[in-house]
């Protein structure tokens, strides 16, 4: 019965034979064939883990490929319950993510292992209210940059190279609208920066990305202050003992800069791409060539720049109009 919902017609030697092994192959399908970033990677295993723990825990006993396939409507609501109680609650947004990386995980189980599970499609997920970027200010950008090359108040032994660096990578974030493993992902071999920078983003998805002279320079003066000689695949940017920079250490930048300039712990570094798109989108461009400029599949995804903008547009009426 265990075995009920497997395809007769999958390729039997290829089958895993047990759950967790499925998880393990379909690890590995997302980071080889859909070139998935590290860190969804990360967040699905985690999260179709603690699905099958749940299930483990629940019936008593490992599961089987098969057992998969008879998963009840009953238990994957059991288990979204399970996920929204206990010591580490998740949060409605949380939860969706987690019911998406279940759907995604019984999709590729039902295409590549014959594994079909209909009653997944009868659990509904938590409503979630869409959340509006939070870009900082222009002002707040630009002290982010000038604060990240100063190197008075850093750390004993910090060198004028790191700020350089700093710097560089901010300006790449904000001036090109990269992602923190997009602007990490640069090689030696890429600087002196061309006119237009070729980025592989999500979904190994290619975009061209014009470069400000701004950021041409910031890279410039970093690589002039680079005590490391570096091969042409090497990545560019690196931390202080010569390795690959990692995005923690910029994460924590921008945690420290923060703190030094007051700002929300919504200033994160892909505050900085959002501020990107949103001064973008303030200053004329349109919907279009801004979702293009910032890799997204979905002008949807784009327009919720329209809602940021409106709100500082009401927000300047409101402080400025002798009416308000």
């Known amino acids: 019965m265990a075995?009920?919902?497997?395809?007769?017609?999958?390729?039997?030697?290829?089958?895993?034979?047990?759950?967790?092994?499925?998880?393990?192959?379909?690890?590995?399908?997302?980071?080889?064939?859909?070139?998935a970033s590290p860190r969804t990677v990360e967040a699905y295993g985690a999260g179709l883990a603690a699905f099958l723990t749940f299930m483990e825990r629940h019936r008593g006993e490992s599961l089987t490929l098969g057992d998969l396939s008879d998963v009840s409507a009953a238990e994957f609501r059991a288990y979204l319950a399970h996920r929204r109680g206990g010591d580490h609650p998740?949060?409605?947004?949380?939860?969706?993510?987690?019911?998406?990386?279940?759907?995604?995980?019984?999709?590729?189980?039902?295409?590549?292992?014959?594994?079909?599970n209909p009653a997944l499609a009868l659990v509904r997920?938590?409503?979630?209210?869409?959340?509006?970027?939070?870009?900082?200010?222009?002002?707040?950008?630009?002290?982010?940059?000038?604060?990240?090359?100063?190197?008075?108040?850093?750390?004993?032994?910090?060198?004028?190279?790191?700020?350089?660096?700093?710097?560089?990578?901010?300006t790449l974030l904000y001036g090109c609208g990269l992602r923190i493993s997009e602007a990490l992902s640069l090689k030696r071999r890429d600087a002196p920066l061309a006119q237009v920078l070729r980025i592989v983003g999500k979904g190994s998805k290619t975009r061209m990305v014009p470069v400000l002279p701004a950021v041409a320079q910031a890279v410039?003066?970093?690589?002039?202050?680079?005590?490391?000689?570096?091969?042409?695949?090497?990545?560019?940017?690196?931390?202080?003992?010569?390795?690959?920079?990692?995005?923690?250490?910029?994460?924590?930048?921008m945690q420290t800069l923060r703190g030094q300039l007051g700002l929300p712990d919504s200033a994160t570094p892909h505050a900085l791409r959002h501020s990107f798109a949103t001064?973008?989108?303030?200053?004329?461009?349109?919907?279009?060539?801004?979702?293009?400029?910032l890799g997204h599949a979905s002008l949807?995804?784009?327009?919720?720049?329209?809602d940021v903008d409106a709100a500082s547009l009401l927000a300047a009426y409101?402080?400025?109009?002798?009416?308000?």
């Open 3 to 35: 075995r009920q919902g497997l395809n007769a017609q999958a390729p039997v030697d290829d089958i895993p034979r047990t759950a967790r092994a499925a998880l393990i192959v379909w690890l590995g399908y997302l980071t080889h064939e859909r070139r």
């Open 90 to 116: 998740l949060s409605p947004r949380s939860l969706s993510q987690a019911l998406s990386a279940l759907r995604a995980f019984y999709q590729w189980l039902d295409r590549r292992q014959g594994v079909a």
């Open 125 to 170: 997920g938590p409503r979630v209210k869409p959340g509006q970027p939070r870009p900082v200010s222009e002002d707040q950008a630009r002290g982010l940059l000038v604060e990240a090359g100063d190197t008075d108040g850093r750390l004993e032994g910090f060198e004028l190279w790191e700020a350089a660096r700093d710097v560089a990578v901010l």
């Open 220 to 253: 410039d003066a970093y690589v002039a202050h680079l005590p490391f000689a570096l091969a042409p695949e090497e990545a560019l940017f690196r931390a202080k003992r010569g390795g690959a920079l990692g995005p923690r250490r910029v994460q924590a930048l």
């Open 279 to 293: 001064h973008l989108l303030g200053g004329g461009a349109d919907l279009r060539t801004i979702q293009e400029l």
């Open 300 to 306: 949807s995804t784009t327009q919720k720049y329209t």
């Open 318 to 324: 409101a402080s400025a109009h002798p009416r308000a």
